[in-house]
Nanobody, 124 residues
Framework: QVQLVESGGGSVQAGGSLSLSCAAS????????MGWFRQAPGKEREFVAA????????FYRSSVKGRFTISRDNAKNTVYLQMNNLKPEDAAIYYC?????????????????WGRGTQVTVSS
């Protein structure tokens, strides 16, 4: 059974930082492209960042480029999202996701597995 378990969410003030982690099990992690999406109340789930199977290629939505960094450790079956200079508009539930075939996709339909999410709150 595939499991993606996010951790590291919390509440910060604008300008602060958070580091999210996603531990994967039940799949051959290095065979999967990984991504992070987020969903704010009343909004659709949106792409945040993604990385290729070996982490050499990374992709970001424009609004987080330069502030967020995605990385992965295939030996630990874990993908990370370092978020710096957080803004109130970054507040959302953040989801970890895995895609067998699509690297850097911004479409939820291209991802095979999803975590349950972790809440990020940013106060102004």
């Amino acid at each position: 059974q595939v499991q993606l378990v996010e951790s590291g969410g919390g509440s910060v003030q604008a300008g602060g930082s958070l580091s999210l982690s996603c531990a994967a099990s039940g799949l051959t992690f290095s065979n999967y492209h990984m991504g992070w999406f987020r969903q704010a109340p009343g909004k659709e789930r949106e792409f945040v960042a993604a990385c290729s199977r070996n982490g050499d290629s990374t992709f970001y939505r424009s609004s987080v480029k330069g502030r967020f960094t995605i990385s992965r450790d295939n030996a630990k079956n874990t993908v990370y999202l370092q978020m710096n200079n957080l803004k109130p508009e970054d507040a959302a539930i953040y989801y970890c996701t895995a895609s067998r075939y699509f690297s850097g996709s911004r479409s939820v339909d291209d991802y095979d597995y999803w975590g349950r999410g972790t809440q990020v709150t940013v106060s102004s």
